[in-house]
Each structure stands twice: as structure tokens, then as C-alpha cells.
């Protein structure tokens, strides 16, 4: 199989969330792993996608979904992750006069209410002190309020400024595959951020919007899609634009552990595990039963295993991880319409001196479904330092592309 392969440097800079901070809704929360909207609107351009449906199958923080919207395109989308699963949720809702007057009302009762409250429930996080120190009293007094809104859309809007802010008012910072401590972060004081932060959103919504009833983000896996579920929608999206979690080991569901237990999206360390369990095999975190899948990626396993690599579960996971590609890439298939076209932004990652050349495989893997590869494009060369650099076989192949296919 010959991929068509080009250089497209001026997308370097829209493989990543940056972009999208200046952007209203799209800003609300910085999702470090996301990408820009305008490559979902140049992608949009460029295959003059004007009408149909948009299906993004990993909605993450929602920009394929939202950026949909803006252009008055339908959508449709699939997130397994229940805080990435409300955040996308409370982005493309519709905010008429009536909700903004209610969101405007609650700001003065959650501020009075979490005064009032008697009996602070703590949260289950083990090192929830240790992040927030002495404004933790503050911050799960205003979570309590929040969680007990009984409108979902006031509850869910108010719940994203909350969790947005968290960071910034904690002493933890994401970096890489966790938290770290960094030694002179000074946390902002939590009400002045969080208050802000609805004033940032209120200006965002305050023109409303007008959305289709028939757009919608789903909870759920999109391994495993219901078959009537996929009846009803088959043959229906004219592009699909997503990028999977990269085969990276990174565990997004510990990368966002504080919002999922402060959002109240998980109660106990059990609950953790199981949206663990139900992610994507790209990380180590999660039980993974050794399958032989596709032939073509056995000689990379096996190189893999011939390296002196930091856990023994690697093979498997790499393993496991074009299996489930390959069943996602079959129900995106079956959702795309005839001639539409499917964009997978994803970078590739490399185990010892092994580079695994994840875009060339899912782009075979798409051939495999019935899709055609049209090309693929090279955004960036992804770093890595001198001393590995020369150990790597191939390490021209290190890189975050997207793939382009179409449905024949």
C-alpha cells in the first residue's frame, strides 16, 4: 500500500488546544490535549464540507463539535469520560434569554448558599489537601452548592467554571502523564477566580445560540456502539474529524483525577478504575487482556520486546491499541456517508529504539474498513532529547499527522 505523504507545517501550530484560548466557549476550559478550531474549520474548507452531519467519535473538550455548530453544521458525537462528557455537553448547549436570566440569578444564591452550609462534605481525593491547602474549605463549600443546583444546564454550566479554575487555585499542575508540585506556583484566590470565570463565560452566552435538536453529544464508548443506535445514523455524517488518545501510556483519566472526584464524577477509588477500564488502550493503568491482533503490527511487538523498555506490559497495550482503533475506524465507517471523509489527527510514539508509525498503520487499518487513503500530511516533528534521538530506528517518523480517508 503506498500512503501519500506531505509536509504541512502551518498546521504545527493547530495540533494543539493554544489557539483556542482567545476563542469564546471554546476557552472555557484548557484541555492541554485538544486542537485548534480553526483546523477543524480549514479541514472543513478544505473538503468543502457545507451541509450533512459532523461525527466526532472522541469529543474530548468538544472544538470538532462546537466548531460544527458554529457553521450551522450538524453534529454528532461519542465521549466516554464523564467530566470531558459534560464539558462538551455545557459547551454546545443552547443558552436562550431565559437560561442566562436563571444562570444570572444563581451567581448571588451560590455565593450566599456556600456561607450557609453546615456540614462540609469532603471529597475522597487522597491528596485534596495537599493540593489546595487552606482554600480547600472554600472550594468544597461551593462544590456542595453547585452539586445540588437541580437545573442540569445551570448545574453544568456553573460546574465548568468551577472545575476550570482549579488549577489555577491549586498548588498542582499537570505535566505530562499526572500532577507535579512546582515550588514557586502561587494558587489564586478561588472565589475572585472562580467568579471571573462565569463573568468570562455569561459574556460568551449572552447573545444565545439556536441548535438543532437532533445535535448531540452521547456517553459513551465508541468501540461499542449499540447496532440500532448505528442504524439510525448510518450513512448520515459527511466528515468525521477526531484524534484518539495517542500510544503514549498517558492516563487521562489520572491527568483529570481532581475534576472527575470534585466534579462528583466519581465517589471511590472503584469508580476511577472502572472509567479506567472503559478507556481507550493507550496507557498502562488499565487491565488489558493480551490479544494477537492485526498481522502487520506483529513485527513492531516483536521488536518491542527485544528492547530494554520500562514495563513488560507494553507490547500488549500497543496490542490492544490497534485492536480498538480498528473498531472504532469500523463504526465511523458505518456512520460517514458514501465519498465522505474521515481526518484522524494523532501523533506517533516510539518504545526502545522502536518508532510504532501509528499514523501508516491506521491509515492500512482504514483501507482494511473500506475507506481509501487519500494522503497523509505531517504537522510537526515531536521532540525527544539528543541521546535518544540517536538510539531511534527511523526517528524521521516520529511526528503528529493527520490521516485523510474517505469512505468509498
Not at 472544538?63 to 458525537?77: P, Q, R, S, Y
Not at 456542595?144 to 488549577?167: C, H, M, T
Not at 468525521?240 to 464524577?265: A, H, Q
Not at 500488549?316 to 456517508?337: A, E, T
Request: glycine share 6%; aromatic share 10%; proline share 4%.
Amino acid at each position: 500500500m503506498h500512503i501519500p505523504i506531505t509536509s504541512q507545517p502551518e498546521y504545527g501550530n493547530l495540533v494543539n488546544f493554544s489557539g483556542n484560548m482567545n476563542l469564546p466557549i471554546h476557552s472555557w476550559f484548557n484541555l492541554k490535549e485538544g486542537y485548534s478550531s480553526k483546523l477543524v474549520s480549514d479541514l472543513m474548507s478544505e473538503l468543502k464540507i457545507k451541509e450533512g452531519k459532523v461525527f466526532d467519535p472522541f469529543s474530548g473538550c468538544g472544538t470538532t463539535l462546537l466548531t460544527a455548530k458554529e457553521k450551522g453544521i450538524n453534529f454528532l458525537g461519542f465521549e466516554v469520560n464523564p467530566f470531558l462528557y459534560t464539558l462538551t455537553k455545557t459547551k454546545i448547549a443552547t443558552y436562550d434569554s431565559s437560561s442566562i436570566q436563571k444562570i444570572y440569578k444563581y451567581k448571588s444564591i451560590i455565593k450566599n448558599r456556600s456561607s450557609k452550609v453546615q456540614k462540609v462534605q469532603r471529597v475522597g481525593l487522597s491528596i485534596a489537601d495537599k493540593v489546595f491547602g487552606s482554600q480547600l474549605d472554600s472550594i468544597l463549600r461551593y462544590r456542595q452548592v453547585i452539586l445540588g443546583i437541580r437545573d442540569e444546564k445551570i448545574r453544568n454550566f456553573y460546574l465548568i467554571a468551577f472545575l476550570s479554575v482549579l488549577e489555577r487555585c491549586g498548588f498542582a499542575k499537570k505535566d505530562g502523564n499526572g500532577l507535579r508540585y512546582p515550588p514557586r506556583k502561587k494558587p489564586e484566590q478561588f472565589i475572585t477566580a472562580f467568579s471571573n470565570k462565569v463573568e468570562q463565560m455569561l459574556e460568551d452566552i449572552v447573545d444565545g445560540q439556536v441548535a438543532d435538536s437532533n445535535n448531540k453529544v452521547v456517553f459513551g464508548d465508541c468501540r461499542n456502539i449499540a447496532s440500532d443506535f448505528l442504524e439510525e445514523h448510518k450513512n448520515s455524517a459527511a466528515l468525521s474529524v477526531f484524534s484518539p488518545p495517542y500510544l503514549n501510556c498517558f492516563d487521562y483519566t489520572e491527568i483529570y483525577k481532581v475534576e472527575l472526584w470534585f466534579g462528583g464524577f466519581v465517589n471511590a477509588y472503584s469508580d476511577l478504575k472502572n472509567i479506567r477500564n472503559s478507556s481507550l488502550t493507550s496507557h498502562l493503568n488499565k487491565e488489558i487482556v493480551p490479544e494477537k491482533g492485526m498481522q502487520m503490527i506483529q513485527k513492531y511487538i516483536t521488536a518491542i520486546r527485544h528492547q530494554d523498555i520500562w514495563s513488560p506490559k507494553i507490547p500488549d497495550m500497543v496490542d490492544s491499541y490497534f485492536s480498538d482503533m480498528q473498531k472504532v475506524l469500523r463504526n465511523v465507517h458505518k456512520v460517514l456517508k458514501k465519498g465522505g471523509h474521515c481526518v484522524i489527527i494523532v501523533g506517533n510514539s516510539a518504545y526502545g529504539r522502536v518508532v510504532i508509525p501509528t499514523d501508516e498503520i491506521l491509515a492500512v487499518i482504514g483501507e482494511s474498513m473500506g475507506f481509501k487513503c487519500i494522503k497523509l500530511d505531517v504537522a510537526r516533528k515531536l521532540n525527544t532529547s539528543p541521546q535518544q534521538q540517536k538510539k531511534i530506528t527511523n526517528s524521521e517518523k516520529l511526528r503528529e499527522s493527520l490521516v485523510y480517508l474517505q469512505k468509498c
